[in-house]
């Protein structure tokens, strides 16, 4: 007896021969526990113009809209992969009502971060976070917790990024592994010890012990994309930021994988 084909005519699997009814859902960043921050400009943007600029980028899981009342700093309308996206012009900040110890729900034990963006420019010279980098996602006051982008000394581009309040410890992805105009996915992770990053399909670059975040200190760091505290020139974010996912949680294995699969399958970075 030969077995029923499960494709249709054009390839696609087919569910009823399946048995299963109806195809399983989309995977949706929230199917992972802990998100507590989402943002994506597909469906979550208020545009206000001429010339149209970026005043309100929603959060689809909280509260946490990033918002700019001033239109000479708020981000032109880009795209990352054909997908709309801000456009971070050297002079763009957008900030939240929420402090990073709001952000995590209190824990300070763990968070993953992952941020797809474009580079079109990266200025500042190499060093630690905040004062030699340009700021993906950084903090309102003297502090040192952000992600940025940075020259790596050697003629080429690497990410840098720092969860520590106590300590100033720094981590960086390895050298050369930014490419200026490309979809890149930047993947920040502080837990078990230790915070790392993640550049696209690069391995993990190493692991530094990741210092310690006070409570005390943490609740006075209001959350900022575009720029670090110092407000240096250098410092502004050049390019478009396609999505930010904040996890208070250490994602690793198949929820990872999972997670980075859906971004490369929406902005075109290689996961």
Not at 31 to 53: I, K, S
Not at 229 to 252: C, D, H, M
């Amino acid at each position: 007896m030969r077995s029923r084909p499960v494709t249709d005519r054009r390839g696609r699997f087919d569910y009823q021969k399946l048995g299963g009814g109806t195809p399983p859902p989309p995977f949706s960043p929230a199917d992972v526990a802990g998100l507590v921050m989402w943002h994506d400009v597909r469906d979550q943007v208020v545009v206000t113009g001429p010339p149209d600029r970026i005043s309100d980028w929603g959060d689809q899981v909280g509260t946490w809209d990033f918002t700019q009342a001033t239109s000479g700093n708020r981000p032109l309308v880009g795209a990352i992969n054909s997908v709309q996206a801000p456009d971070m012009t050297g002079s763009s900040i957008m900030n939240t009502s929420t402090v990073w110890q709001g952000l995590f729900n209190g824990s300070l034990n763990a968070c993953t971060i992952y941020i797809v963006c474009r580079p079109t420019a990266i200025a500042a010279g190499s060093g630690t976070f905040g004062y030699n980098c340009n700021t993906l996602i950084g903090q309102t006051v003297s502090g040192n917790i952000g992600i940025g982008l940075q020259q790596d000394g050697l003629g080429g581009y690497r990410a840098v990024a720092s969860m520590s309040v106590s300590g100033f410890a720094h981590c960086y992805s390895g050298n050369s592994e930014v490419n200026l105009s490309g979809n890149t996915l930047v993947q920040f992770t502080y837990g078990s010890g230790s915070m790392r990053l993640r550049v696209n399909n690069k391995p993990t670059g190493t692991p530094v012990a990741r210092g310690a975040m006070s409570a005390a200190s943490v609740n006075a760091q209001g959350v900022r994309i575009g720029l670090a505290y110092n407000l240096a020139a250098a410092t502004y974010f050049t390019g478009q930021i396609g999505s930010i996912l904040v996890y208070a949680a250490e994602i690793t294995g198949a929820d990872d994988t999972a997670i980075r699969a859906y971004l490369a399958s929406i902005y075109g970075v290689i996961v």
